[in-house]
Every structure is written in structure tokens, then in C-alpha cells.
């Protein structure tokens, strides 16, 4: 079948890896980058399949809803999958009015563009959001966030990604707007923004610069390759229910600082360093306001149900993103020249 796919935040770090493997799987559909650029959107993603055929750009805000709308007729859109957000919980806490307008109210602005072109013909049609684990607030040592938890968000960041998941149910359940959500636990991999912890970290070891571990580094994450979270989203659009929830994530928790010190072990190891010597740049800082403990997912009903289940292992797939990110160099640069410097410094010194 060929099909028109809308994807919003193309450009960034999971929207990238969406669209690579859309545009090479599925010669006959058409997918549609739409991106606004900040900071974190990087056409550089996307150099490998930016000349196919079945793939275009269009810089657009996802707020602008009469250019919005315009995008869904000029390309005859039939799905979409909305990626593009405002996504640094500490860039919520400096500044959360930008999250409330991008992730609410650009959410709102594609919902009720979708609702408008598709004028009650959903045959064939489904608005995919992608979310996050966040909204369902912090877990204490025990138990795993299902599709049943409530929900119980504490950062801007996380309040506005469930402020838009309801207006999402809620254009499903009062126009009978098709639509799916995943929410998914943390992602690494390559073309990740540096203002995250991974690639941070390794841009910081290689530069012997120090490593700003919040409080005591005891909060828990739950990683899952990107590629990954991208094959789940190709095959819940495929395959999932409309109107239903699916939680995503590796079964992979880490204590923040176990995962630091694994990072710096084999990038010591890669750089001919001595093991572990990178520890010293370990630098303990004032713990994130609201600072959620503990986030792991269980998704157990993606593989009863859809039969999916994370390809590589946490140790194979580290290894790859830290040599991806030694190999990346100029793309290290691109991305951390300019604004950044002064992000880093607000937020850092
Ligand atoms: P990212 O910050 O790397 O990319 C966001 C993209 O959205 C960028 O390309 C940016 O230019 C674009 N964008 C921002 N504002 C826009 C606007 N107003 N109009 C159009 N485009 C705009 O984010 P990411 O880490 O790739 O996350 C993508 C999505 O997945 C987000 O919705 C996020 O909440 C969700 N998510 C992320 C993770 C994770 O670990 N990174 C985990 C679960 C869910
Ligand atoms: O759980 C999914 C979420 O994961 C996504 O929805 C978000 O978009 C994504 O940014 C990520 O949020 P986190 O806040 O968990 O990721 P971050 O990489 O910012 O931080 C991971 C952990 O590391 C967290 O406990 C805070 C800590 N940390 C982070 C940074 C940037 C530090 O100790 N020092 C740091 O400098």
C-alpha cells in the first residue's frame, strides 16, 4: 500500500533514526520530514537518504497551524508520526514556557490539522505520538511502569509530554481521531544531542573536561538503542491496535553512576588511556530540581502482543555508540560550536 507518512522532529536525535529506516524500508511510501531546526534538529542526520525519492524536507514549526495544515494537503497525508518536541528536562526547568507551547500546543496545532484534512474519513489514516516513560512520574526501588500506571509528571519537561498524550486520547475520544501512543524509556545511540547524559559524557572524557554527575548519582535509568525504539514505532504503526498504549523500553536499568564508569572504562580503553583512570573528571554537582529516582518500563505487552523485543544487547550497543561518537568528530564540533557553549555554561558553571 503506499502511504503518505507526516513524521514531525525528523531531524533530531530518534526522528533521524525513524526516518532512515522508513525511507529504506518502504520504497513506496512517501515520508515527510517536517522539522522546525532548533537546536537540536540537524540536517546532517539525514545526509544518507536526503536525495531518495520517497523522502522530503519542509522546515516548518509545528505551532504554525495554518502552515501545518497546508503541509497536510500539498502532500495528501495519511499517517502521521509526531516526534518534534522540546525534549531536556533541564532545559524545562530554565525555561518551561517554550515546552508548554511546543509539546501542548504544537501537539494541539497537528491533531487539529490531522482532524481537519481527514474530515471524518479515518479509513486508512492514524496519528502516532511518540512519548515518553517520564509521564508516569518516578518509580522507588521496586516495580515497572505498565500501560495501566497513572499518571504523576514532576518536570516541566514531563508535564507538558503528558499534557499532550491526554490531548491526544482526547481528540480519539471525542472526534474519533485514530490514533496510538508509545511511551518509551531513554534512548542512546548515535546522533544524540550532547546535552544528554551518554553523549555528554563521552565528548567530556575525550576532552578531559569534567563530568557532572547529579547528586549522588544514584538515580536509575533504562536504556534502549534508538534503533530500537525506531523498529518498535515501525512496527506498532504497522501492527498496533488503534486507541491503544504501548510502553517501550530495554529491560536494561542502570544506576547513573555504574553507567558512568562503564562509559569511562571503554572510552579509556578505546583512546589507549589506562582503564578507569578517566574517573578522576567525576565531578558531583547539585542534584536536578525534581529529579525523578527510578524509570523502568515493562514491556511485556509489545512482545505478547506485536513479538517485539530489543535486538542488541546493552554492552554490544554502548561500544557501538561510543566508537560512533570517536569516529563523529566533525559532527561532535558542529553540533557544540556555537549556542551550545553558552548552554553549557548556564546550566554548568
Ligand atoms: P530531539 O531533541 O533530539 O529532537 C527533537 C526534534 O524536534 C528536533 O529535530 C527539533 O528541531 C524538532 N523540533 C523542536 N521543536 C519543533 C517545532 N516547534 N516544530 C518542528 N520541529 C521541532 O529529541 P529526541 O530525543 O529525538 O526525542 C524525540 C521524541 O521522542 C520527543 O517527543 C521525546 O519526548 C520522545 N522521547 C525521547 C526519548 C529519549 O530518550 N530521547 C525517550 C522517549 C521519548
Ligand atoms: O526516560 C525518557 C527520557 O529520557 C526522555 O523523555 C527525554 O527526552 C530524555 O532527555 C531522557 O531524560 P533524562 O532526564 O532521563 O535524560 P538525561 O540524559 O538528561 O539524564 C539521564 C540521567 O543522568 C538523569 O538521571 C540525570 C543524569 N545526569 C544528566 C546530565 C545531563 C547527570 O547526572 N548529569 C548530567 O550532566
Redesign the pocket.
Known amino acids: 500500500m503506499k502511504r503518505n507518512i507526516l513524521v514531525?522532529?525528523?531531524?533530531?536525535?530518534?526522528?533521524s533514526h525513524l526516518v532512515r529506516l522508513l525511507v529504506n524500508k518502504y520504497p513506496k511510501y512517501h515520508i515527510i520530514n517536517?522539522?522546525?531546526?532548533?537546536y537540536?534538529?540537524n540536517l546532517e542526520n539525514l545526509k544518507d537518504v536526503e536525495h531518495k525519492e520517497n523522502y522530503s524536507f519542509t522546515k516548518?514549526?509545528?505551532?504554525d497551524f495554518k502552515k501545518v495544515k497546508q503541509v497536510f494537503l500539498d502532500y495528501k497525508i495519511d499517517s502521521v508520526i509526531h516526534?518534534?518536541?522540546?525534549?531536556?528536562v533541564d532545559r524545562s526547568i530554565e525555561d518551561p514556557f517554550s515546552f508548554a507551547q511546543?509539546n501542548v500546543m504544537?501537539t494541539l496545532s497537528l491533531l487539529q490539522a490531522a482532524k481537519s484534512y481527514w474530515n471524518g474519513n479515518f479509513n486508512n489514516k492514524v496519528f502516532y505520538h511518540?512519548?515518553?516513560?517520564e509521564v508516569y512520574g518516578s518509580l522507588g526501588d521496586e516495580g515497572l511502569f505498565t500501560e495501566n500506571t497513572n499518571y504523576d509528571p514532576h518536570s516541566p519537561y514531563s508535564a507538558s509530554?503528558a499534557s499532550s498524550d491526554h490531548f491526544v486520547r482526547a481528540y480519539s475520544d471525542t472526534y474519533g481521531l485514530p490514533i496510538i501512543i508509545s511511551n518509551?524509556?531513554?534512548?542512546y545511540g548515535s546522533f544524540?544531542?550532547p546535552e544528554?547524559l551518554i553523549p555528554l559524557f563521552i565528548n567530556n572524557i575525550i576532552n578531559n573536561k569534567p563530568l557532572p554527575v547529579y547528586g549522588k548519582g544514584e538515580n536509575v535509568r533504562d536504556w534502549l538503542f534508538v534503533k530500537d525504539h525506531a523498529r518498535a514505532i515501525d512496527l506498532i504503526l504497522h501492527k498496533g491496535k488503534l486507541g491503544d498504549t504501548y510502553n517501550i523500553g530495554g529491560f536494561n536499568e542502570w544506576k547513573n553512576i555504574d553507567l558512568i564508569k562503564v562509559i569511562i572504562k571503554k572510552v579509556d580503553r578505546i583512546l589507549g588511556r589506562e582503564e578507569g583512570s578517566s574517573e578522576k573528571l567525576i565531578t558531583y554537582v547539585t542534584d536536578r530540581a525534581g529529579h525523578d529516582l527510578r524509570y523502568a518500563i515493562d514491556s511485556s505487552k509489545l512482545k505478547n502482543e506485536l513479538g517485539w523485543e530489543p535486538s542488541l544487547q546493552f554492552e554490544e550497543g554502548i561500544e557501538k555508540t561510543i566508537k560512533w561518537y570517536l569516529d563523529n568528530k566533525d559532527w561532535m564540533d558542529n553540533v557544540t560550536s556555537g549556542e551550545y557553549q553558552d548552554y553549557y555554561n548556564k546550566i554548568y558553571n
Open positions: 514531525t522532529g525528523g531531524a533530531g536525535f530518534i526522528g517536517m522539522d522546525f531546526l532548533t537540536a534538529g516548518c514549526d509545528i505551532c516526534l518534534a518536541a522540546e525534549s531536556h511546543t504544537g511518540v512519548s515518553t516513560d509530554k518509551c524509556s531513554n534512548n544524540q544531542f544528554k
